[in-house]
């Protein structure tokens, strides 16, 4: 048996581990992702296709699009590659942070990204190029799911949600970095060199998750214990076929006896390892079913649905809508700084106001709530106004007190459920405001406009879908919510082991019998 107080005592936190430390590298990945994001989506690497005249001049494509003589339709396809990727990956690598070291995986799905990327780099047809974007998004989904809840053991009391509002600033500040990195390579370039560099820059992370000593997540047992415990059960399940078998051997077992039990035990360690996949599959529907009966859970990720429905929509279809509207010139540029910039700001902004409210679920809901409804309430007169200068006003209020939900959201996640299922939480979050939110409000949106024709009551319509959200996070106010980020009762379970008869004298290991 292993000693109880060996498999419950923590481990001393590496040599290389400072909170502060661990946010910045755990910021800067974050920042790289994203990065990503935005540079396939850049002019310089996405590129356009070839183009004729109506006098057969031809100018030839450039980027991705050129190259492989793409369609909008398999242009689009990247994208949604690299969602399928990122969401079904999500819960998986979740799930397995119960059987394998959570900081861990994350060196796994850092290493899956930085070698996708760098097959992005040296892609030679449409499919291989896809099949490494979704890739991408597999590598990514393990941090997505895993590093928040890192931050959130490792934060000052007094400024977790702070901590969060400055992982998720690196979001907008990302996607904007990676317009002007992908822009600036391609153009002057080539577009395989945006994702070489964007290989290097990950790759010394993606070691670092190999190498150094792993850290500990709150609410799961150190690997080393899980071994122990497993080994034990491995011994415990042999002696257990042994015994079944010696019981119905007679005396012509003393013949080719060891080849008999070697077939058995052979068959024994197939249908266990059978059993281990059930388990593991069983162990993953009750943890959802805890997630999906939870009330504060489902209220904070129905808001978050309803939200990211309006901020996928905004970022797909906002430069068109100004354009259409206002008459600007450079709608692209002005959504994409008035974005950048609200979006740092109140990523910012909504953490430390939470901490200086006292950072409880109930405060959380009040800040998601009270913040999206004003925020609505701007957007929606910004695109009342028949004015250029008010609408660039009052959108950029909107923005900063919409974007202020970003940490005060994440935040309710990770406090809502046990520490165990906090990676769970987080990736069914991600699942479900990427599929019923942003991925489906894009196209909605264009048969929304196709049928009234009228960007303008489009997008107040678009809008308006955010009272809807701050509704639903209102809710939320009056339920019981309790902080269960310090339940940290989940012993570990020992299987009990029983006394022991050897299958045939002096042929079974002393240290079976003795276990």
């Not at 406090?415 to 990427?434: E, F, G, K, N």
């Not at 879908?465 to 570990?492: E, M, R, T, Y």
Request: glycine share 10%; net charge neutral.
């Amino acid at each position: 048996m292993v000693p109880p107080s060996s498999s419950m005592d923590p481990s001393p936190p590496p040599s290389w581990f400072t909170p502060k430390r661990l946010l910045i590298i755990f910021c800067v990945i974050n920042m790289i992702n994203y990065v990503d994001r935005g540079a396939i989506a850049s002019n310089g690497v996405n590129g356009s296709s070839e183009t004729c005249d109506d006098k057969g001049i031809c100018k030839s494509g450039s980027g991705i699009q050129g190259e492989f003589d793409l369609t909008n339709f398999q242009d689009g396809l990247l994208s949604s590659a690299f969602m399928v990727g990122l969401l079904v990956a999500s819960p998986i690598f979740a799930s397995l942070a119960k059987s394998y070291n959570p900081f861990r995986l994350i060196g796994v799905g850092l290493s899956v990204w930085t070698l996708s990327v760098a097959g992005c780099a040296s892609a030679f047809s449409f499919w291989f190029i896809a099949i490494c974007r979704m890739l991408v998004g597999v590598g990514e989904a393990s941090f997505i799911s895993l590093a928040a809840p890192f931050i959130d053991d490792n934060a000052p009391v007094s400024q977790k949600t702070a901590w969060l509002a400055m992982f998720y600033m690196c979001i907008p500040t990302g996607i904007a970095v990676g317009y002007v990195y992908g822009g600036y390579v391609g153009g002057h370039f080539h577009w395989r060199y945006a994702f070489w560099g964007e290989a290097l820059l990950m790759l010394p992370f993606a070691v670092f998750g190999f190498l150094v000593k792993p850290l500990q997540l709150k609410g799961f047992s150190p690997v080393e214990s899980k071994k122990a415990l497993a080994s034990v059960e491995t011994v415990s399940s042999v002696t257990d076929v042994a015994d079944s078998k010696a019981s119905k051997l007679d005396g012509r077992m003393l013949v080719g006896g060891d080849g008999i039990i070697g077939d058995k035990l052979s068959k024994t360690s197939k249908s266990e390892s059978i059993h281990n996949i059930l388990n593991q599959l069983s162990r993953f529907a009750k943890d959802v079913k805890v997630l999906l009966v939870d009330k504060v859970y489902v209220v904070n990720v129905f808001g978050y649905i309803a939200y990211n429905f309006v901020i996928g929509a905004y970022s797909y279809w906002g430069p068109k809508a100004g354009y259409n509207i206002y008459h600007m010139k450079s709608a692209d540029m002005l959504f994409g700084g008035v974005t950048i910039v609200c979006g740092i700001l109140g990523t910012i902004s909504g953490g430390f106001i939470l901490d200086r409210m006292g950072a409880t679920i109930s405060n959380a809901f009040i800040l998601l709530s009270g913040a999206t409804f004003l925020g609505a309430i701007s957007c929606f007169s910004a695109f009342c106004l028949r004015s250029l200068y008010g609408f660039i006003v009052l959108f950029a209020v909107g923005e900063l007190l919409v974007f202020a939900t970003q940490a005060p959201v994440n935040y309710v996640c990770l406090h809502c459920v046990r520490p165990s299922l906090r990676p769970l939480s987080m990736a069914i979050s991600t699942v479900s405001i990427h599929i019923f939110g942003d991925v489906p409000s894009s196209p909605l949106v264009g048969i929304l406009q196709d049928h009234i024709n009228n960007w303008r009551d489009t997008a107040l319509i678009l809008t308006s879908i955010l009272f809807l959200a701050a509704g639903i996070w209102f809710i939320g106010v009056f339920l019981h919510a309790v902080d269960k980020s310090n339940d940290g009762s989940q012993p570990v379970s020992t299987p009990r082991i029983t006394s022991r008869k050897p299958l045939l004298d002096g042929n079974v290991d002393e240290s079976l019998c003795e276990v």
